[in-house]
Nanobody, 123 residues
Framework: QVQLVESGGGLVQAGSSLRLSCAASARTSSIYAMGWFRQAPGKERDFVAAVSWNGGSTYYADSVKGRFAISRDSAKSPVYLQMNSLKPEDTAVYYC????????????????WGQGTQVTVSS
């Protein structure tokens, strides 16, 4: 069983930066890839970024490539999402997710989810 807790959301102006954190607790040192997804009001949940269990591989949605960076130091360390040059269209609830195995941009492949943290970017 994996529990995920996100933090770091807030209200910022366009062009600003935020860093989201996702702390995971697990009974074992299982290998989990981690991902960030987001859901804007009235829209489906979309993939943002993912990182492999040891931080060695990352993958990004085209909409955030070059602006966002996902990172982790080890399998048991928190996962971070550094968000730079934020735009109003980045406004959404951001969710952290975990899956056993390799990274994926498919939300259906993630079995564990956090409660979400709100990010609001004003113009």
């Amino acid at each position: 069983q994996v529990q995920l807790v996100e933090s770091g959301g807030g209200l910022v102006q366009a062009g600003s930066s935020l860093r989201l954190s996702c702390a995971a607790s697990a009974r074992t040192s299982s290998i989990y890839a981690m991902g960030w997804f987001r859901q804007a009001p009235g829209k489906e949940r979309d993939f943002v970024a993912a990182v492999s269990w040891n931080g060695g591989s990352t993958y990004y949605a085209d909409s955030v490539k070059g602006r966002f960076a996902i990172s982790r130091d080890s399998a048991k360390s928190p996962v971070y999402l550094q968000m730079n040059s934020l735009k109003p269209e980045d406004t959404a609830v951001y969710y952290c997710a975990a899956r056993y195995g390799s990274i994926s941009d498919n939300e259906n492949e993630y079995g564990y989810w956090g409660q979400g943290t709100q990010v609001t970017v004003s113009s």
